[in-house]
Each structure stands twice: as structure tokens, then as C-alpha cells.
């Protein structure tokens, strides 16, 4: 369908809290139009996700994939694109983990960021049907960012320790190789 843009911190929309969908809604070709306008959108700008408030829509939708082929991930376990309407996250493992994480909506930087090692994720599908998937580790990290796109919240605004924010050459220079820490692509 069409790329669109990137919004970008400072933007109200992305603080916005998202409204849910109804059925109608989800079923319309409007929102078919969205969806493949979001995974157009994700795919150009090889992102693993993305949320509908990203693109200027201040619905509670997100997608995430990560491609079996993926040049830029592929060290990270592939998952088959899902897409989240009106998703509630539930904690099943509160134990942290931390990520340095990156957003498409807050360009060149990276934030170490910790979060419930595992979740799960009840949401309606593309036929407003009841689903449900458990993540764990870096998934659950990744669905937890997207979410938060939903209520307004992004991945900065959960950095405990703001030295551990970096534009990306510096993460590359002085944190990427840092033992102990793990790395989120964006």
C-alpha cells in the first residue's frame, strides 16, 4: 500500500494514550488499509514493530515480526508477524531484564531500558477474534515497547539511569561491546 511517515518524539500523538477499535472497525477497509500501510511502513524502515500512534494514528494497534530472513536481526529467534488490536499485557515473569533499546520514533538513540522478563499478550486478531501469545526474554522486551506506544509511554521514558543513554555512533563506541548488557535493535 504506501509508506508513511515516521512520527518523532515531540509529536503529541505518540504521548497520547491510544482508543481501542471496535469490531466494526477492525473488520473495515480502512483499517485493512492501515495495517498494510504499517507493515509497509516497518518493512522499509527494518524496524521489528511498530505501533499505530507511530504513523499519526492514535489507535490501539501494533505489529511485530521478525523475519526468519532478517539481515539486519539475525541473531534474534524469528517470530511471525502478528498483528495486536486492543492488547492487554499481562506480567508472568516480573524478574528484570535489561535491553538497550532504539525506536524508530526517537532517532539516533539508544537507552538501556528493564522490563518484566515475561509476558503475555491478549489481543483481538484481524477477524476481531480473542488470541493470546506468551514472549519471553527479547520478545517480551520488544511487545512490552510496542505496547507502550499505545498509552503514550515511550522506551526513554522507562531509562532509569539517564548516563546510559547514547546517540547510536556513541552506543556503538562506548556500550555496544559493555559485558553483561543486552542489545534491542530498533
Keep these: ?69 532478517s539481515e539486519r536481526y539475525p541473531e534474534m529467534n524469528p517470530f511471525e508477524q502478528a498483528v495486536l488490536i486492543n492488547p492487554r499485557l499481562a506480567v508472568l515473569d516480573a524478574t528484570e531484564q535489561g535491553y538497550w533499546e532504539g525506536c524508530l520514533s526517537v532517532p539516533n538513540l539508544r537507552g538501556l531500558v528493564h522490563r518484566p522478563r515475561t509476558v503475555r ?12 501469545v506468551a ?7 520488544v511487545f512490552q515497547h510496542e505496547l507502550d506506544h499505545l498509552d503514550g509511554v515511550l522506551y526513554i521514558d522507562r531509562v532509569r539511569d539517564t548516563r546510559k ?6 552506543y556503538v563506541r562506548f556500550w555496544l561491546n559493555e559485558p553483561g548488557e543486552q542489545h534491542m535493535p530498533d
Excluded: C, K, W
Design 121 to 132: 499478550v491478549d489481543y483481538l486478531d484481524l477477524d476481531g477474534e480473542p488470541a493470546s
Design 165 to 170: 543513554i547514547a546517540t547510536v555512533d556513541d
Design 1 to 69: 500500500m504506501a509508506v508513511r511517515p515516521i512520527l518523532t518524539i515531540g509529536n503529541p500523538v505518540l504521548r497520547q494514550v491510544a482508543r481501542e477499535l471496535t469490531r466494526e472497525e477492525i473488520l473495515s477497509p480502512e483499517v485493512r488499509a492501515l495495517i498494510e500501510d504499517m507493515v509497509d511502513t516497518m518493512h522499509h524502515e527494518e524496524g521489528i514493530g511498530i505501533a499505530a500512534p507511530q504513523v499519526g494514528e492514535s489507535l490501539r494497534m501494533a505489529i511485530v515480526e521478525i523475519a526468519v530472513d
Design 135 to 141: 514472549a519471553d526474554g527479547f520478545l517480551a522486551t
